[in-house]
């Protein structure tokens, strides 16, 4: 079995200010994490992937996450928010073989203060 | 190729009502999956294909449920007797089975069931 826990709901920053996401996971296998960003009447998309190779994971848009097995954790930062950041985040979980099936977390809102 | 379309957009039924929606794939995509997306939840897988294969069905597809990929290309899913409960985003994503986790996400179907 897998899951992952987002650790907070909704998250507010200032413009320019640090980005953190946190997100904790399970899985009884080797994970494949991710995180994924839905802006409001779009679809999802992919930020950044972790497949067992590097554990700090460059994304899009300035978006990083470092994998670390003895906390099981995954979280997301970026140094600098943008207002365009504003989105619903998801942290995700998938074996890495298989089917490929994703296990969203419930989601974090971000909120960037002009 | 424009990605992975999803038709209707919006979906407004009565319940009882059956409804049935649309997904365009990537084209040289051989998996399929669909998800659904409560309010404030992060999306949960309901079933995948491989090319025209139902490989696997989620606890979360009740017998009202049903889903098709005739000839591996588009797929629909159908909703028979709908309840309120069933009222929700239905995701649509596509890949290559080739364990990169290339997801493309359709934007989506919104159901609302009155």
């Known amino acids: 079995a897998q899951s992952v826990t987002q650790l907070d709901s909704h998250v507010s920053v200032s413009e320019g200010t640090p980005v953190l996401l946190r997100c904790n996971y399970s899985?009884?296998?080797?994970?494949?994490l991710f995180w994924y960003v839905q802006h409001p009447n779009k679809g999802l998309q992919l930020l950044l992937k972790y497949t067992s190779a590097a554990t700090l994971v460059k994304g899009i848009n300035g978006f990083e996450a470092e994998f670390k097995k003895s906390e099981t954790s995954f979280h997301l930062t970026k140094p600098s928010a943008h207002m365009s950041d504003a989105a619903e985040y998801f942290c995700?979980?998938?074996?890495?073989?298989?089917?490929?099936?994703?296990?969203f977390g419930t989601g974090t809102r971000l909120t960037i203060i002009p | 190729d424009t990605g992975v379309s999803q038709d209707p957009r919006h979906k407004i039924t009565k319940r009882g009502q059956n409804v049935t929606f649309r997904c365009d794939p990537i084209s040289e995509h051989n998996r399929l999956y669909w998800y659904r997306q409560t309010l404030g939840q992060g999306p949960e897988f309901l079933t995948y294909?491989?090319?025209?294969?139902?490989?696997?069905k989620s606890r979360l597809l009740s017998d009202r449920f049903s889903a098709e990929r005739p000839k591996g290309s588009f797929s629909t899913l159908e909703i028979q007797r709908t309840e309120q409960g069933d009222s929700a985003m239905y995701l649509c994503?596509?890949?290559?089975?080739?364990?990169?986790?290339?997801?493309?996400f359709g934007s989506g179907t919104r159901l609302t069931v009155v």
């Open positions: 294909f491989q090319n025209e294969a139902q490989l696997e």
């Open positions: 994503a596509s890949s290559l089975a080739d364990g990169n986790y290339g997801y493309t």
């Open positions: 899985s009884s296998y080797s994970p494949s």
């Open positions: 995700v979980v998938s074996v890495l073989f298989g089917n490929e099936k994703l296990t």
